[in-house]
């Protein structure tokens, strides 16, 4: 059965700081792009960063340019996101979603995990 | 990023289309992949590119494009449709449309 599990959303003040991770089982993570997308409280969604299957690649919604940074660790099947300077309009749950590449996106999501900012 | 109608009201076993209108930067050179998400739930994948479902979805679902508005349309509407569906592309990194809402008479 595949999971990812989110964990590491909480309550912080603005200008903190907060590291998400995406436990992942039951597919060959080494095998998947990843990703970060967000939802804040009854809006849409929103994709946050990309990542490579190295590593090496990485891409990232304009908002959380030089705030965010996708990494992996593929012996640990994981997926994090480091979010610094952290503002009210970051509250949002995250989702990580994996990417088959070449073949379909957005094919497996943990359940989330909350992250507010606020004083 | 796409622009999709904010809702769509249908009667039960009805058909329902949903429309999702980008620009060449995205719909128009990527495609769209299609996203179901019921409330409190993650988001769950009908389509992908070049119109495919995968495994496990209904063919009741099905997708197209046509220049740079990709289109799912939903047969013989069930009450568990009632959902926010999101259309989603790539334009130097992801983008997902303004979403549906799904109502099922």
């Known amino acids: 059965e595949v999971q990812l599990v989110e964990s590491g959303g909480g309550l912080v003040q603005p200008g903190g700081s907060l590291r998400l991770s995406c436990a992942t089982s039951?597919?060959?993570?080494?095998?998947?792009?990843m990703n970060w997308v967000r939802q804040a409280p009854g809006k849409g969604l929103e994709w946050v960063a990309f990542?490579?299957?190295?590593?090496?690649?990485?891409y990232y919604t304009d908002s959380v340019k030089g705030r965010f940074t996708i990494s992996r660790d593929n012996a640990k099947n994981s997926l994090y996101l480091q979010m610094n300077g952290l503002r009210a309009e970051d509250t949002a749950v995250y989702y990580c979603?994996?990417?088959?590449?070449?073949?379909?996106?957005?094919?497996?999501w943990g359940q989330g995990t909350l992250v507010t900012v606020s004083s | 990023g796409p622009t999709q109608p904010p809702s769509v009201s249908k009667g039960l076993g009805q058909t329902a289309t949903l429309t999702c209108t980008g620009d060449?930067?995205?719909?128009?050179?990527?495609?769209a992949a299609w996203l179901q998400q019921h409330q409190g739930h993650p988001p769950k994948l009908l389509s992908y590119?070049?119109?495919n479902r995968p495994s496990g979805i209904s063919e009741r679902f099905s997708a197209s494009r046509s220049g740079n508005t990709a289109s799912l349309t939903i047969t013989g509407l069930q009450p568990e449709d009632e959902a926010d569906y999101y259309c989603?592309?790539?334009?130097?990194?992801?983008?997902f449309g303004t979403g549906t809402k799904v109502t099922v008479l």
């Open positions: 590119r070049n119109n």
């Open positions: 989603s592309s790539w334009d130097r990194g992801y983008v």
């Open positions: 060449n930067n995205n719909v128009g050179n990527h495609g």
């Open positions: 039951g597919f060959t993570f080494n095998n998947y792009e």
């Open positions: 990542i490579s299957i190295s590593g090496t690649l990485m």
């Open positions: 979603a994996s990417d088959n590449p070449g073949v379909m996106e957005f094919d497996y």
